[in-house]
Structure formats: C-alpha cells, structure tokens
C-alpha cells in the first residue's frame, strides 16, 4: 500500500475516534441502579460554589444561593463546540417545561459577553447564559471536556453529571429533574 494511503487511513480513522468521543456522553447516574438517575444524596458531594456574571442582566449569580431555592442545571459549552451546540436546544425546551421549578443556566468560558448575547439570541436561547472568562466555574468542576452538565439539588449538593452530549437527555433529564422535585 502506498504510504500516503496509509498516512490518511490512519489521520481518518483518528478522526473518527475523536469525533465519537465527542457525540458519546459519560454520565454520572445513581450507581446503586434507582431509575431516577439521581446520585445518592449519601454519597453525592458538595458542589463547589461560584459567583459569575449573568451576560444578560450584569448581575452575578452565586450557585449556592439559587440552588437554596430550586435546583439548578447548568452546562459548560462554547459557540465553536459542535456538540454543544447539539444539546443547548434540549436545554432550552427543558428550561420552559421546568420554569419556575428548576433554575438553568449556560455557562461560557471562551467568548466574550457580547458574542454570547449575540449566539443566544441568534439561537433563540432565553435560559440564562454566564460569562466565566476568568475561568472561577470552569477550574472548580475541573472541566477538561465540553459540554458538561451538572446538576445540583436543593441542598447545594451534585447529583448528577454528563460530560459530553446525551442524545437522550429529553428521557433521563426528566427524570432527575422530577425526583429532585418530588424532594428526592
């Protein structure tokens, strides 16, 4: 076989794994088998805090004390993030079936708040985006893969993660989001 060939087989085939990697979600569910999806409230962690910009009011967020209020999901993504592009209009349909229960947010870490206004608007995402442009929220979940949805529980504790895009998250989001509802 000729050696270039060989060469694209090989870049090919790496691409492939790649893009994979980047379509297969790695979730984070209740370990002990419970059909809600809910991490244990005995084995799930604290979630550590942050207090980031809201790009679209200036006002800064502070997760604990929303979390006190209602659950929160939020998500790490970015506007050249294929995937992450993916699973912003899931959030969005989730985000209007769950208003006033449960509290979402985007969080953005690359672009500026005004590009991140813009990308909102332009696809039609009214939940609230969070510029982390010094990277507080990004370094304490330890993000190294986009996108990454984290959800949190009344009691400011993790119970349920996904790095990467879940084409079925319309199923398993629900169901995590109605135990945490049901005060599970």
């Not at 990308?119 to 996108?147: C, E, K």
Request: aromatic residues 8%.
């Amino acid at each position: 076989m000729d050696n270039r060939i060989v060469k694209s087989l090989v870049a090919l085939l790496l691409v492939g794994v790649i893009a994979l990697s980047f379509l297969s979600a790695k979730t984070q569910w209740d370990d002990t088998g419970g059909s809600d999806g809910l991490i244990p409230q005995s084995k799930a962690k604290t979630a550590p805090n942050f207090t980031i910009p809201d790009v679209g009011t200036g006002q800064l967020v502070d997760l604990q004390a929303t979390a006190r209020r209602q659950p929160v999901v939020f998500s790490f993504w970015a506007t050249w993030c294929g995937p992450c592009r993916m699973e912003l209009p899931h959030l969005q349909a989730l985000s209007e079936k769950y208003r006033g229960r449960v509290q979402f947010y985007g969080i953005n870490g690359d672009a500026s708040p005004e590009t991140i206004k813009k990308f909102a608007a332009q696809n039609n995402l009214t939940f609230p985006m969070l510029s982390d442009n010094q990277g507080v929220a990004h370094t304490r979940y330890s993000v190294d893969s986009i996108p990454l949805m984290v959800v949190v529980d009344h009691a400011g504790k993790v119970r349920a993660v996904t790095e990467g895009y879940d084409p079925e998250m319309d199923d398993h989001l629900p169901k995590v989001l109605d135990a945490l509802i049901a005060g599970q």
